[in-house]
């Protein structure tokens, strides 16, 4: 049952954003509300002999799938470290148009073959389906990968995972005792931190917010009431899910 109780403070596990018109700020302003914003995780790029241990050689395969843009520049880290470059006729697989545009940072891109996924790895499964002779490598974190490796295989897709970075809980000893009205989600990750942090902790009428299906089954799984989710119907980001909670409220 959701406590639908009007907030003051919200806890986002995110960097603090610095852009002008982040809809964060917009939103503190309207609701006259207070955002604290904080990483509850941390990423760390695997070194070259944790790689290596994992005995996958990038030459073997065909084709790159990146999913985000923190891989990419571990991958490609990692590539220099080895001092091998990858054919030109190798395939990438992005999801999002922003994670494409980023690797012009390592790759010319128009002399690339290139696909593109507007937001999610199911995007990508049209264009995969249609290459089923590629040797796949997927360069990922070691934070559980199945749902795209389990599509793909399904598929008969030839498909391998390389871990090449890391996640590890922030210290978030300096908002110990803070008190707030709603703590926001954005990853299983995140949560798994904060109660690595807060043992203790108890959820009682703090307001629980969630971003994707996967954060959502982490919250259930740690005993929590998810008061806010997103991406739904009308609810596209965390920003909206949280006004829609304000309006429900009646703050």
Same mark, same amino acid.
């Given at each position: ?5 009007? @907030? ?17 700020f917009k939103l503190a302003q309207k609701w006259n509300i ?52 990858? #054919? ?13 545009k980023y690797m012009q940072k390592y790759i010319v891109i ?44 399904? @598929? ?74 997103? #991406?739904? #119907? ?17 703050k």
């Open positions: 049952m959701s406590s639908k109780r009007p @907030l003051k403070n919200i806890l986002i596990s995110l960097p603090q954003p610095t852009e002008e018109g982040n809809p964060y207070k955002f604290d914003f904080r990483k509850f995780i941390q990423v760390e790029g695997v070194s070259l002999n944790d790689f290596r241990k994992q005995s996958v050689n990038p030459l073997d395969f065909t084709a790159v799938i990146f999913t985000s843009k923190v891989p990419v520049d571990h991958f490609f880290r990692l590539l220099t470290e080895m001092r091998i470059e990858l #054919p030109p006729d190798t395939k990438y697989f992005c999801v999002g148009e922003a994670t494409a128009r002399k690339r073959k290139l696909f593109v996924g507007e937001r999610t790895y199911q995007d990508l499964i049209p264009f995969m389906s249609k290459h089923k002779k590629e040797k796949f490598l997927f360069p990922c974190n070691d934070v559980n990968q199945g749902g795209l490796i389990e599509h793909m295989r399904k @598929l008969n897709l030839d498909v391998t995972e390389a871990i090449v970075h890391r996640t590890v809980d922030s210290d978030l000893k300096e908002i110990r005792g803070a008190q707030y009205d709603m703590i926001c989600f954005f990853s299983p990750a995140e949560i798994k931190s904060w109660l690595n942090n807060f043992p203790e902790f108890e959820q009682k009428e703090t307001s629980i917010a969630v971003f994707g299906q996967q954060t959502a089954a982490e919250a259930v799984r740690a005993g929590f009431r998810i008061d806010a989710e997103a #991406p739904k #119907p009308n609810i596209p980001s965390m920003t909206a899910a949280i006004e829609a909670f304000l309006q429900e409220a009646g």
